[in-house]
Nanobody, 122 residues
Framework: VQLQASGGGLVQAGGSLRLSCAASVNHYAMSWFRQAPGKEREFVGG????????SIADSVKGRFTISRDNAKNTVYLQMNSLKPEDTAVYYC???????????????????WGKGTQVTVSS
C-alpha cells in the first residue's frame, strides 16, 4: 500500500490544519502517528477499514478528529486549537491486512507514508 500524506505547515497556536492521506488501495485500517524531536513516535488517531469506528489519543481528544472517505481512499486528520506541543512530524500508516479494526500500535502497521511537518508557533 502506498500512502501520500499532505496538509502540514506552519500555523499559530489556536489555529487549524487538516492533514490528508491518500492510499493506493482501500479497505485498510488507517492511523496517524506523530514524532516530535527527541521523543518517541506516538499514536494520534485511527479509523477502522470502513470508517465505522475511530479512536483519538487522550492528548488530542476534543481538538483532533479523524475521518475517512472510502470513495477517495483518503483519511483525514482535522486538527483544531493547535498548541506548540503539537509540533511534530505526522505520519499516516495502514494496517498490515485489509478489513482491519483500529490499530493503535506502530508495530501493527504495514505501510507508512512520508511524514508531513506540522509546526505550531506560540
Amino acid at each position: 500500500v502506498q500512502l501520500q500524506a499532505s496538509g502540514g505547515g506552519l500555523v499559530q497556536a489556536g489555529g487549524s490544519l487538516r492533514l490528508s492521506c491518500a492510499a493506493s488501495v482501500n479497505h485498510y485500517a488507517m492511523s496517524w502517528f506523530r514524532q516530535a524531536p527527541g521523543k518517541e513516535r506516538e499514536f494520534v488517531g485511527g479509523v477502522n477499514w470502513n470508517g465505522g469506528s475511530s479512536s483519538i489519543a487522550d492528548s488530542v481528544k476534543g481538538r483532533f478528529t479523524i475521518s475517512r472517505d472510502n470513495a477517495k481512499n483518503t483519511v483525514y486528520l482535522q486538527m483544531n486549537s493547535l498548541k506548540p506541543e503539537d509540533t511534530a512530524v505526522y505520519y499516516c500508516a495502514a494496517s498490515t491486512t485489509q478489513f482491519s479494526l483500529i490499530v493503535t500500535g506502530s508495530g501493527g502497521m504495514g505501510s507508512w507514508g512520508k511524514g508531513t511537518q506540522v509546526t505550531v508557533s506560540s
